[in-house]
């Protein structure tokens, strides 16, 4: 059975919703998790694809999520645990809109094209779909290696959702860009990976601060965020921490 969680409502009063497609813990055991990240947003906008595409597909069908419906993907980063169900994707779907940062790999891209799709390279806070943002490719480095990568916004009647997939070049510094965007919304949600596996107590103690102080009024930190910070972030946000698993479907509408 899918887990419903209902928190807000968008600004044209209509409905919008995310489904956790693609992570290390679910509802029940029929889903198929690991180590990777990937949800779904108003049932056509797919953001990151985790590290199997024969278990996303599986998750698909068990959220009764039909692949024809999809037109639109957001690739993160180039990260294997981001990318790697892409491919079973676009084997099984032609032309679809793949968003990705400038500076990915030009054998990614090449790849995209030769499956029949369109790599497209995101401008900075383009809009994507009505409400829906992408930052743009915000340069980092992982490992000494030069990551781009980009998050995604949804603005709603409660105010915004950010949804990052490993915020390699620091969950802050995207809440921060956002912000100076969007310097009349307020921050909602912040969702995704914060990449904050390794790090101590008193840092990541320090990130929550700053988290308070930026009012953000919600977390769900997920993946890469590290059962430490989950901790942490439950225990200073109490009610306003989300956990989510794999399998379960926000709703954002009035309640």
Same mark, same amino acid.
């Given at each position: 059975?899918?887990?419903?969680?209902?928190?807000?409502?968008?600004?044209?009063?209509s409905?919008?919703?995310i489904?956790?497609?693609?992570?290390?813990?679910?509802?029940?055991?029929?889903?198929?998790?690991?180590?990777?990240?990937?949800?779904?947003?108003?049932?056509?906008?797919?953001?990151?694809?985790?590290?199997?595409?024969?278990?996303?597909?599986?998750?698909?069908?068990?959220?009764?999520?039909d692949?024809?419906?999809?037109?639109?993907?957001?690739?993160?980063?180039?990260?294997?645990?981001?990318?790697?169900?892409?491919?079973?994707?676009?084997?099984?779907?032609?032309?679809?809109?793949?968003?990705?940062?400038?500076?990915?790999?030009?054998?990614?891209?090449?790849?995209?094209?030769?499956?029949?799709?369109?790599?497209?390279?995101?401008?900075?806070?383009?809009?994507?779909?009505?409400?829906?943002?992408?930052t743009?490719?915000?340069?980092?480095?992982?490992?000494?290696?030069?990551?781009?990568?980009?998050?995604?916004?949804?603005?709603?009647?409660? /105010?915004?959702?950010?949804? *990052? !997939?490993?915020?390699?070049?620091? $969950?802050? #510094? %995207? =809440?921060? @860009?956002?912000?100076?965007?969007?310097?009349?919304?307020?921050?909602?949600?912040?969702? /995704?990976?914060?990449?904050? *596996? !390794?790090?101590?107590?008193?840092? $990541?103690? #320090? %990130? =929550?601060? @700053?988290?308070k102080?930026?009012?953000?009024?919600?977390?769900?930190?997920?993946?890469?965020?590290?059962?430490?910070?989950?901790?942490?972030?439950?225990?200073?946000?109490?009610?306003?921490?989300?956990?989510?698993?794999?399998?379960?479907?926000?709703?954002?509408?009035?309640?």
């Amino acid at each position: 059975m899918i887990s419903t969680i209902t928190i807000a409502k968008d600004n044209r009063g209509s409905n919008m919703n995310i489904k956790l497609l693609f992570d290390s813990t679910a509802i029940n055991h029929k889903f198929k998790t690991g180590w990777g990240f990937s949800c779904l947003i108003n049932n056509h906008i797919l953001f990151d694809t985790g590290a199997n595409g024969e278990a996303l597909l599986n998750n698909f069908h068990l959220m009764s999520i039909d692949l024809s419906d999809i037109d639109k993907i957001i690739i993160s980063h180039e990260h294997y645990d981001h990318t790697g169900g892409l491919w079973k994707i676009l084997e099984n779907k032609k032309n679809l809109d793949i968003y990705i940062c400038p500076n990915f790999n030009q054998v990614f891209k090449n790849k995209i094209k030769k499956l029949g799709s369109n790599p497209i390279d995101s401008q900075p806070f383009q809009e994507i779909d009505k409400n829906i943002f992408t930052t743009g490719e915000i340069k980092s480095f992982y490992k000494g290696n030069f990551t781009p990568e980009q998050s995604l916004v949804l603005k709603t009647h409660k /105010g915004l959702i950010i949804i *990052t !997939g490993c915020a390699h070049p620091g $969950i802050i #510094t %995207i =809440i921060n @860009k956002v912000k100076e965007k969007f310097p009349h919304d307020n921050v909602y949600l912040v969702l /995704g990976g914060f990449h904050l *596996t !390794g790090k101590s107590k008193k840092e $990541i103690e #320090t %990130i =929550i601060k @700053k988290f308070k102080s930026l009012k953000v009024q919600k977390v769900a930190p997920l993946h890469c965020s590290g059962e430490l910070a989950k901790e942490l972030f439950k225990q200073n946000y109490g009610n306003n921490f989300i956990q989510l698993r794999v399998g379960d479907y926000m709703c954002l509408n009035s309640s």
